[in-house]
């Protein structure tokens, strides 16, 4: 059974979950403003989240560049999407890229076979209960060997930078940019529900994404009319995706902050340098 689908509660001070409006990316998303710890906020225009930047127009490669001093990218998908669909690097000069896939290979569900519309070979996975499917994925991205390895660097990543913005990014910014964000608004002291509602906001973003794929797919295929729901397993985030990666940390080391510490090695010295760094 498919959970059902939900959108999160606005945030004081947070407002529309920092979306920024570009034109080829849809939900790309700043963390400025978020609560954190001991009463502080993130800095704005510091911390992004985003889709895949393959879709980015000249003009938001502009704005990423001018408006917010992008100093490096975060990828967490697979060597085979990044080849399928690489990051736009020619036209972001001074960028450093960071390649740290978070799952160790192709996984159907979250990478979407690098572009669900283009390779029909996807569908077996949606006659194979896709939700389930994804929601099975969150505790490997969290607990795999890859996803520690790419939750520490991105850390590690924002410990280092030289004051201008990172952005981290997946295919969609749902799944494993989700996920990252989870990470790094732990680390700052956000409170859980708050990063809950964050992880959900995907949905306010998602639609038109998600829509388009259906349409493409039944434009090729007009008995997958009425797919609505599997399809939406792929592109939206659901309540129970998060409850699970979460449980699977509970399970694993008790609370998010051990598995901070212990699995990412970010424990309480580093947190409070990188509160010091984002924080005001």
């Known amino acids: 059974m498919v959970d059902t689908l939900t959108t999160p509660e606005a945030i004081p001070g947070f407002p529309e979950f920092g979306h920024i409006p570009f034109e080829g990316l849809h939900n790309t998303r700043d963390l400025g403003g978020l609560l954190a710890a001991d009463g502080r906020r993130i800095k704005p225009a510091l911390l992004l989240r985003s889709g895949a930047l393959h879709k980015a127009t000249e003009q938001d490669l502009a704005r990423l560049l001018a408006d917010y001093h992008l100093e490096g990218v975060v990828d967490f998908r697979t060597e085979l999407e990044?080849?399928?669909e690489p990051d736009p690097r020619e036209?972001?000069?001074?960028?450093?890229?960071?390649?740290?896939p978070a799952l160790a290979g192709e996984t159907m569900g979250i990478t979407h076979g690098a572009g669900l519309a283009k390779d029909m070979k996807a569908l077996e996975a949606v006659k194979a209960q896709p939700h389930e499917m994804v929601k099975k994925m969150y505790p490997e991205i969290l607990l795999g060997n890859a996803g520690v390895v790419?939750?520490?660097?991105?850390?590690?990543?924002?410990?280092e930078s030289d004051g201008g913005a990172?952005?981290?990014?997946?295919?969609?910014?749902?799944d494993r940019a989700g996920l990252g964000a989870v990470v790094v608004e732990r680390a700052l002291?956000?409170?859980?529900?708050?990063?809950r509602a964050d992880y959900l906001a995907t949905n306010l973003f998602a639609r038109t994404r998600a829509e388009g794929i259906l349409d493409a797919l039944a434009a090729k295929l007009p008995a997958?009319?009425?797919?609505?729901?599997?399809?939406d397993s792929f592109f939206y985030a659901y309540a129970d995706y998060y409850d699970a990666a979460m449980d699977a940390v509970g399970d694993a080391f008790g609370t998010f902050d051990a598995y901070l510490a212990e699995a990412l090695d970010f424990g309480p010295e580093k947190q409070a340098a990188l509160r010091a760094k984002y924080l005001h």
């Open 166 to 174: 990172v952005l981290w990014h997946c295919t969609e910014g749902k």
């Open 82 to 84: 990044r080849d399928k």
């Open 91 to 100: 036209l972001m000069e001074g960028v450093v890229f960071y390649d740290l």
């Open 189 to 195: 002291g956000v409170p859980e529900p708050d990063v």
């Open 150 to 159: 790419a939750y520490r660097s991105l850390l590690n990543v924002l410990l």
């Open 224 to 231: 997958l009319r009425g797919l609505d729901a599997d399809i």
